[in-house]
Nanobody, 123 residues
């Protein structure tokens, strides 16, 4: 059973920073695509960033230049560094792992999901 556990969410004022972590058990992050998604109330889940293959990464336009995805294969942990946060970044953030698609930001490309961690940005 693959388990992905997110942590690091919280409340922050606009302009602040947070770092999310996602630790995987019984799964090797380096063998597949790893991504962060987010879902705000009443909205569809949207892809934020995806990484794989020795550090290559793809970002949604809405977070380019502000968010950085990375992974520590030795710790089997995925990170999302979020800087210059805006109120519109408020959402539940999920990490996901999968091997379908190619650097996809669509939820259907991913097989495994964490339970989510809440990020709230106030103005």
């Amino acid at each position: 059973q693959v388990q992905l556990v997110e942590s690091g969410g919280g409340s922050v004022q606009a302009g602040g920073s947070l770092r999310l972590s996602c630790t995987a058990s019984t799964y090797t992050l380096s063998s597949t695509f790893m991504a962060w998604f987010r879902q705000a109330p009443g909205k569809e889940r949207e892809g934020v960033a995806v990484t794989a293959h020795a550090g290559r990464s793809i970002y949604a336009d809405s977070v380019k230049g502000r968010f950085t995805i990375s992974q520590d294969n030795g710790k089997n942990t995925l990170y999302l560094q979020m800087n210059s946060l805006k109120p519109e970044d408020t959402a539940m953030y999920y990490c996901a792992a999968g091997s379908r698609g190619w650097f996809s930001l669509y939820p259907s490309a991913y097989d495994y999901w964490g339970q989510g961690t809440q990020v709230t940005v106030s103005s």
